[in-house]
Nanobody, 121 residues
């Protein structure tokens, strides 16, 4: 019924920038928290950035000052602006959202399928 679809990943050189987008679609009643996670090869999935319904944000120390998370509620979309990219930012980036379907009154957690970001040195 509802899903998250990421876009914007790709290959960039160190110091470059990328913008990731995550659009929610389907029978959406409301969206609460949204976030971006990432998982590098051989490592656990980690929270990169989070944005609440009131637009308060959180960033992992490793990306603070370089990444910016935002949301466009009219488009049911969250963005992750990544600047000054480093090789250690290479990972699969996953979108997360806490949403409520129009056909189900309870809140549930949803994940995108991920988009690859590769930063070359």
């Amino acid at each position: 019924q509802v899903q998250l679809v990421e876009s914007g990943g790709g290959l960039v050189q160190a110091g470059g920038s990328l913008r990731l987008s995550c659009a929610a679609s389907g029978s959406i009643f409301s969206i609460n928290d949204m976030a971006w996670y990432r998982q590098a090869p051989g490592k656990q999935r980690e929270l990169v950035a989070h944005i609440a319904i009131g637009d308060s944000t959180y960033y992992a120390d490793s990306v603070k000052g370089r990444f910016t998370i935002s949301r466009d509620n009219a488009k049911n979309t969250t963005y992750l602006f990544m600047n000054s990219l480093k090789p250690e930012d290479t990972a699969v980036y996953y979108c997360y959202a806490r949403m409520r379907s129009t056909t189900w009154s309870a809140w549930d957690s949803y994940w995108g399928k991920g988009t690859q970001v590769t930063v070359s040195s």
